[in-house]
């Protein structure tokens, strides 16, 4: 307990000397690391300082959100994937990959309609986007 304490303090630190010798890439990279050993609880509250760093609001950095949504998704918590992926889209809202990440955010959750809206959106953007085309026959077969 007493380590990931200090392992706390310390990443609260790099997040507020942002821009003071700490890219971006680094933080996202400390993140992933930091997370690992913390609850469902913690891990929500260092995502939430993370995203809400002004310099992540950069076109070049949508991917940050992107990855902090998979990450969420694939810890079960999908309203805060939601929330990054949607963070993420109104950076670039056309980039397909964010939307078909979206979608498979509210697949998991259960809410199978938006899924199906999020998906086809993204292959209005591109309508060769194969994983989407097939995900997208999968969620008709959700929502009849």
Request: without cysteine.
């Amino acid at each position: 307990m007493e380590s990931i304490k200090i392992q706390g303090i310390y990443f609260e630190r790099k997040i507020m000397t942002a821009g003071v010798g700490a890219t971006v890439r680094e933080r996202v990279d400390d993140l992933h690391y930091y997370v690992r050993g913390l609850d469902d609880g913690n891990i929500r509250l260092e995502f939430l300082k993370v995203s809400q760093t002004e310099a992540l609001f950069e076109e070049e950095n949508k991917h940050v959100f992107n990855e902090f949504g998979i990450d969420l998704r694939k810890n079960g918590m999908y309203d805060e994937a939601i929330g990054n992926y949607e963070k993420a889209i109104s950076i670039d809202p056309k980039d397909e990959n964010l939307y078909y990440n979206l979608g498979r955010a509210y697949k998991e959750k259960g809410d199978f309609k938006t899924a199906y809206e999020k998906v086809k959106k993204a292959l209005e953007l591109k309508p060769n986007f194969k994983e989407a085309q097939e995900y997208l026959e999968f969620l008709k077969t959700k929502t009849k």
